[in-house]
Each structure stands twice: as structure tokens, then as C-alpha cells.
């Protein structure tokens, strides 16, 4: 009764996907917005983490401190952990894998790895664990780009440290 999550919702992501699928994919640009709009996501997260509802997305009286699940604009932790994997995972993965990689898409991936790792959702950390294994064998494979998966990899492990020296209040 507090979401206001629907079917509307949902058919506005299902409209946005049939667009999207119609353009071509121009790779780049696509990382640079997708970067973007995680680093925009991730400080209305960690408003939300200082107890501020940033532009009234939940009900008065409801916080992530109250309720766990609200976190992001949509109040559903598990999509929202959806939404992070797949922009964590294209941004590392561009970094690493692309000639003339943007640093841009560095920050956002560890942005979005600090992300799943202070959300704690199952699904979210079997992205990453994947992503870092799929990092180990392009490290291990292209020496081109062995650095930059590298150094995508130590990013992480430094959050994982990170993490694991804060705890949160409503979870840990």
C-alpha cells in the first residue's frame, strides 16, 4: 500500500525496450550515459543512506533505515539490483575489453560494485563474482588488455575490504 510501483510501471520499461531494440548500437555513447545515469543513481542512493527521501520518492515515515527494501527510485531492491548489474557489468566490461577505454566507465563500475556490495542481494553478488571470474580469464588471455582487467579487479577487492570494514545499520 506505501509502493507506488504498478503496472504502469512496467509498461512504460517494456515500451522504452521495444524502442531501444528498433537503433542500432553504437557502443561508446551507450557506456558514457549508462555511466552516467549509475554515478546519478548511486548519489541518490547514498542520500537516501543519510536519511534524506530525495524528491519525495517514498511515503513520510518510510526510509531504507525503516524499510530495507527502499533504496534507489523504485522501492524494489531487487530489480534495482538488476538495473545495477547490468550497468556495473557493461561498464567494467567495456573498460576492460575496449581500446581507449573512457575512465568515466571505471568509476561507474565501482560505483555500481559498491552498490551491490552494500545492497547484499543475492543475485546482485553473483553478477559480480561472475564479472571478476570473467576478468580473471580475459587478464589471463588478451594481454592487451591485461591492466586494465586488473585493475578493474583490485577496484573491487578494495571495495570488498571497504565493505566489510562498514556496517550498516539496518543490515548489519
Known amino acids: 500500500a506505501h509502493r507506488y510501483e504498478g503496472l504502469l510501471t512496467q509498461l512504460c520499461y ?3 525496450f521495444l524502442c531501444m531494440s528498433l537503433m542500432r548500437v553504437r557502443v561508446r555513447p551507450l557506456l558514457h550515459a549508462a ?3 549509475l554515478m546519478g543513481y548511486a548519489v541518490l542512493v547514498g542520500l537516501q543512506y543519510a536519511d534524506i527521501n530525495v524528491l519525495g520518492l517514498f ?3 518510510t526510509s531504507v533505515r525503516t524499510n530495507y527494501e527502499f533504496q534507489g ?3 524494489n531492491i531487487d530489480m534495482v539490483a538488476g538495473y545495477v548489474s547490468i550497468v556495473m557489468a557493461a561498464a567494467l566490461g567495456g573498460f576492460a575489453w575496449l581500446k581507449r577505454p573512457h575512465p568515466l566507465w571505471l568509476a561507474a563500475g565501482l560505483t555500481g560494485a559498491a552498490l551491490l556490495l552494500f545492497m547484499e ?3 546482485g553478488l553473483i553478477v559480480l563474482l561472475a564479472l571478476l571470474f570473467a576478468l580473471l580469464l580475459l587478464a589471463l588471455r588478451r594481454p592487451t588488455c591485461r591492466w586494465r582487467a586488473l585493475l578493474t579487479l583490485c577496484g573491487v ?3 570488498l575490504t571497504l565493505r566489510l570494514l562498514i556496517g550498516l545499520p539496518w543490515l548489519d
Open 14 to 16: 517494456g515500451a522504452v
Open 35 to 37: 555511466s552516467v545515469g
Open 59 to 61: 511515503p513520510a515515515g
Open 73 to 75: 527510485t523504485i522501492g
Open 121 to 123: 542481494v543475492q543475485c
Open 157 to 159: 577487492l578494495m571495495l
